[in-house]
């Protein structure tokens, strides 16, 4: 069974400071692990995925993320925060060879000028 | 170009009735899936569908029903609208390959049951 943990409901950060929203998974073999951002009124936009080689894996609008194994994580980072990053982040991971997508519950940040 | 489409945008149903939520993409994707967004509860699946003809269930198919007629369309019926399904529902589609795709979706559509 595939699952996925986003321990934190709401993240506040000074605009400017960097920036982690949490994310752990669950499957049985090989994860596809996926970040989503969803601003308000609007469908979810894809900001990275990590499918295989380097752990570290850079998206859009200046984010990244970093897969461990070991702990079964996938968090998302920033260097520094904008006021314009407030939104509601969705992780979200497939096993390989499986369908479908399973998304967290979502984190909302929060930036605050 | 288009992307996904839902419409309505917005709908209110009394208790029983019966609506169809429709979606439509224009990039040949085929796989297309439903969810619902519910505070506190992330996204879960409805239903896909991984080609036309074919479809299946997700993690919270009762109450709807789905067809894929063409690899364009990807409608959903609500049967005997619930206030338990009071929910705002995105579809979404991608390429079908080696499931490293991602997904593109649609505005979404925000239902009241009441």
Redesign the interface.
């Known amino acids: 069974a595939q699952s996925v943990a986003?321990p934190e409901?709401q993240v506040n950060v000074a605009e400017g400071n960097p920036l982690t929203v949490k994310c752990t998974y669950s499957v049985s073999g090989n994860p596809?692990l996926?970040w989503?951002v969803q601003y308000p009124?609007?469908?979810?936009?894809?900001l990275l995925?990590y499918?295989t080689g380097d752990n570290l894996v850079k998206g859009s609008y200046g984010f990244e993320a970093e897969f461990n194994k070991s702990q079964t994580s996938f968090h998302l980072k920033k260097p520094s925060a904008l006021v314009s990053d407030s939104a509601l982040y969705?992780c979200a991971v497939?096993e390989?060879?499986?369908?479908?997508?399973?998304?967290?519950?979502?984190t909302r940040l929060t930036v605050i000028p | 170009n288009a992307g996904?489409t839902q419409t309505p945008k917005f709908q209110v149903l009394k208790t029983g009735q019966s609506m169809t939520l429709q979606c439509a993409q224009d990039m040949n994707h085929e796989?297309m899936?439903w969810?619902r967004q519910d505070p506190?509860?992330?996204?879960?699946?409805i239903h896909?569908s991984?080609g036309a003809g074919i479809t299946?269930q997700?993690e919270v198919p009762n109450g709807y029903n789905v067809s894929r007629s063409t690899t364009e369309d990807f409608p959903l019926r609500l049967l005997s609208a619930a206030p338990s399904q009071t929910s705002v529902y995105?579809c979404?589609s991608s390429y079908r390959g080696t499931?490293?795709e991602?997904?593109?979706?649609?505005?979404?559509t925000q239902l009241s049951v009441l």
């Open positions: 986003q409901d596809y996926f989503y009124n609007r469908g979810l936009q894809f995925k499918i969705f497939r390989a060879g499986a369908n479908n997508l399973f998304f967290g519950t979502g | 996904v796989y899936s969810y506190g509860m992330g996204l879960r699946l896909y991984v299946d997700g995105f979404a499931g490293e991602k997904l593109f979706f649609g505005s979404g």
